[in-house]
């Protein structure tokens, strides 16, 4: 199956740890994506931490996302953990900089799909994540 990849950069006149807060918290992500997405586990150590898991979407369609890895300020890594057949091997990195105007995030994401699908589904997230992230802007 084909793997794709979707990279965003945003810049942000605003401090690294306001914009991390924000991305870091589940609850939080539905208004800057404006989709259904909501905490159904507690991480390890911090309710979005590593080990947290959001549900994304509604119904039948929903997917499960757990938090891999969490590094104050620095990064934010999950993966696919239930839902979104066909789509597989799902993984997401968030990494935050320090500018002298505030912060930039780089946003990647590897996934496999079949072909015709995988490339609706490219379009689709990146659509959306770069208009959240725009709008957090």
């Not at 942000?12 to 939080?28: R, Y």
């Not at 929903?62 to 300020?73: I, K, N, Q, Y």
């Not at 590897?110 to 490219?122: A, T, Y």
Request: charged residues 20%; contains cysteine; glycine residues 14%.
């Amino acid at each position: 199956m084909p793997q794709y990849q979707i990279t965003l950069n945003q810049a942000f006149q605003k401090p690294v740890e306001q914009v991390f807060d924000v991305l870091a918290d589940h609850n939080q992500l539905a208004r800057v994506f404006g989709v259904p997405i909501k905490r159904i586990k507690d991480g390890q150590a911090g309710v979005n931490g590593v080990g947290s898991v959001r549900r994304i979407g509604a119904g039948p369609v929903a997917v499960e996302e757990t938090v891999t890895a969490l590094e104050a300020g620095k990064l934010i890594a999950y993966r696919i953990t239930k839902g979104g057949a066909p789509m597989s091997q799902h993984r997401g990195e968030i990494r935050f900089e320090r500018t002298p105007t505030g912060c930039a995030v780089n946003w990647q994401i590897q996934f496999q799909m079949p072909p015709v699908l995988g490339g609706i589904m490219r379009s689709v997230l990146e659509g959306g994540i770069a208009k959240g992230l725009r709008g957090l802007a």
